[in-house]
């Protein structure tokens, strides 16, 4: 798939315990963030977004985390499964006309059985 | 709705030679987005519509890149000549925007392009 082979950075946890995916972004402008799950094969999909003037927002087993201060971003994973296992992206937009959409460098998610 | 449909899933072809990739976005959508992903760069934005009027082109790496979107269903991204180093997957994005309102961009599958 697209995302076999990259060089990314990689995060390995066993099934059953929570896995945090760390984030920097570079534009204090951003107005909305985004977390994308790849698997191999496919395109990204949505997991979960946040607006720039909340610090936390939560879904179904995943919460982001957004820092302002430090331009930081974090997705928390609860209960990993197999499933879990992808490469994960996080993504900034930025209001330029309509809203671009930029990518991160992501992580690749490893569950061990 | 189908989602965004890209085509072809594949495509093979000699250095030289011209490439047209397609992308049919999520009907009701405004914007579009082509992205290509490689293992050195990660997902690239090369170009990016609204409402069928190209916003930001910046990402496109050379003139020999172009696309365009005649109508709100359907944009075309073109390689004239393809080189080898033009190999990857290119993904066509499309979402829904208003100054308002924020939401996901939706993914095709890609078209995974090999030019040898």
């Known amino acids: 798939g697209e995302s076999v082979g990259l060089h990314l950075p990689t995060l390995s946890v066993q099934e059953g315990d929570n896995s945090i995916i760390n984030c920097a972004y570079s534009?204090?402008?951003?107005?909305?963030f985004i977390w994308y799950k790849q698997e191999s094969g496919k395109g990204p999909q949505f997991i979960i977004d946040?607006?720039?003037?909340?610090d936390k927002r939560q879904g179904q087993r995943v919460t982001v985390l957004l820092n302002k201060t430090v331009k930081h971003l974090s997705l928390q994973i609860a209960a990993t499964q197999p499933g879990d296992s992808a490469v994960y992206f996080c993504?900034?937009?930025?209001?330029?006309?309509?809203?671009?959409?930029?990518f991160g460098q992501g992580t690749r998610l490893t569950i061990n059985p | 709705d189908a989602g965004v449909i890209q085509s072809p899933r594949h495509e093979v072809t000699e250095m030289g030679q011209e490439v047209t990739l397609r992308c049919k976005p999520i009907?009701?959508?405004?914007?579009l987005f082509w992205y290509r992903q490689t293992m050195m760069r990660g997902l690239e934005l090369l170009i990016y519509?609204?409402?069928?009027?190209?916003?930001?082109d910046s990402g496109m790496p050379e003139d020999r890149f172009s696309a365009k979107m005649p109508n709100a269903s359907f944009s075309t991204l073109k390689i004239q000549p393809s080189e080898p180093r033009d190999s990857a997957v290119y993904f066509c994005?499309?979402?829904?925007?208003?100054?308002?309102?924020?939401?996901?961009?939706?993914f095709g599958q890609g078209t995974r392009l090999t030019v040898v």
């Open positions: 993504a900034e937009a930025i209001i330029q006309g309509a809203q671009k959409l930029v």
């Open positions: 534009n204090s402008a951003s107005d909305y």
């Open positions: 946040i607006r720039s003037n909340m």
């Open positions: 009907s009701g959508h405004n914007s």
């Open positions: 519509f609204n409402n069928n009027v190209p916003i930001d």
């Open positions: 994005a499309s979402s829904k925007y208003t100054p308002t309102v924020n939401t996901e961009a939706f």
